[in-house]
């Protein structure tokens, strides 16, 4: 039994990169740590939520009261999220999942016998997106990690996916997100936007947690 204002909710959560394979020793990734998402799954414990969460490869401990189940692929990733999904009150999309795949996995390592080589890849389902258009949908939050103008980008990511909440970030060179144990994040809904200033990710995850308890009980009264 736990106390806080999520006690009773159950979070699901992704974090983390995808690793899409193109043969038996190299893959197609990302620069996500996964901080974020797990420094999210810590805050929501902390409020009384029962979280569980999807994690891609990445090098963190397991926080402390979350159920983790470790995954590598997109496609891994999104049937994972399906098995538990109908188990959760609130889906946060933390994931940076690989928005294509190569279509053929070589199952040999690849040798390098051409100047040139092309890989094809297609495109992998939008995991939060098809979470959102679940007749019996969660409370949806999603991120949005941007080069440029992420609100603008964010708030039209959060109505194509009718998702309840995005939360927009720089990355880049100098900026924030990625790989960083900092970040600084506007989180959006319909109606609202707060912006969330260069803070280190444990903070602004009680912060963002805070957040969506707030439009979760808005839109769930008790
Ligand atoms: O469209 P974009 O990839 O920028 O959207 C980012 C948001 O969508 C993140 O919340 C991410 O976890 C989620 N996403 C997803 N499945 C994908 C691509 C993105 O859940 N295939």
């Not at 009150?89 to 279509?103: N, Q, T």
């Not at 080069?147 to 880049?172: C, F, H, S, W």
């Amino acid at each position: 039994f736990s106390s806080g204002p999520l006690s009773g909710v159950r979070v699901l959560l992704t974090a983390g990169p995808t690793r899409e394979p193109i043969d038996p020793v190299r893959f197609i990734g990302n620069r996500s740590s996964g901080k974020m998402g797990f420094a999210l799954a810590r805050a929501f414990v902390s409020a009384g939520a029962t979280v569980e969460l999807v994690a891609g490869p990445v090098s963190l401990a397991t926080p402390a009261g979350v159920a983790r189940f470790d995954v590598e692929t997109a496609r891994e990733m999104e049937q994972k999220v399906l098995d538990r999904v109908t188990e959760c009150d609130i889906f946060v999309g933390c994931a940076a999942v690989a928005d294509y795949r190569p279509e053929v996995v070589a199952d040999q390592k690849i040798k390098k016998n051409n100047e040139q080589m092309e890989i094809h890849l297609v495109r992998n389902n939008d995991i939060l997106a098809t979470v959102a258009a679940l007749s019996k949908a969660p409370f949806t939050v999603g991120f949005a990690a941007e080069t440029q103008a992420p609100e603008t980008y964010a708030e039209k990511k959060r109505i194509a996916k009718k998702i309840d909440m995005i939360a927009a970030n720089l990355v880049g060179a100098s900026e924030g997100g990625f790989e960083r144990d900092e970040n600084a994040l506007t989180l959006l809904w319909e109606g609202g936007q707060k912006r969330l200033p260069l803070a280190d990710k444990g903070m602004l995850a009680e912060q963002l947690v805070t957040l969506i308890t707030e439009r979760y009980e808005n839109r769930y009264p008790a």
